[in-house]
Every structure is written in structure tokens, then in C-alpha cells.
């Protein structure tokens, strides 16, 4: 399904919001995202931060450990 969307915003040039708690599939998904905690933003990353697992707050950090075990 997640490939089927991608290869749909490539063809049709579209734009999505994701909302997930697994930081894998907005690794696939994404070139940016921002981090919430609470109802407020703890931490931007971009599409390297993204690919290479780096995080620059600890919660971001839990969620992608979290989410590649």
C-alpha cells in the first residue's frame, strides 16, 4: 500500500500528511517530519536525518528505535 501512494504522488505530483507513531514508514514516505510530544514539536528531521536513523531529541530517538526492532 505505502509503495502504491508513493508511486501515486510521483505520477500525479501530490502531497501527503502522515500521521504515524512508526518512524520506519515516515522514513519511507517522507522527505521531512516533525516530531510531536504532548502537542508540541520536539524535533524537525530531514529526508538524511530520516535515512539515517539521527534524531536530535531524545524522544525522537525512543520512537525510532521503537519502530525498527
Known amino acids: ?3 502504491l501512494l508513493s508511486d501515486l504522488r510521483e505520477q500525479q ?3 501527503y500528511v502522515l500521521v504515524s507513531h512508526d ?3 515516515i522514513a ?3 522527505d ?3 516530531v510531536m ?7 524537525e528531521l530531514d ?4 535515512e539515517a536513523g539521527r534524531t536530535h531529541s531524545d524522544y525522537s530517538s525512543v520512537l525510532f ?5
Open 1 to 3: 500500500m505505502l509503495n
Open 13 to 15: 505530483e501530490l502531497t
Open 23 to 25: 518512524l520506519s514508514v
Open 28 to 30: 519511507h514516505m517522507c
Open 32 to 34: 521531512r517530519a516533525l
Open 37 to 43: 510530544k504532548d502537542g508540541v514539536f520536539v524535533d
Open 47 to 50: 529526508k538524511a536525518d530520516l
Open 65 to 69: 528505535q521503537s519502530s525498527f526492532l
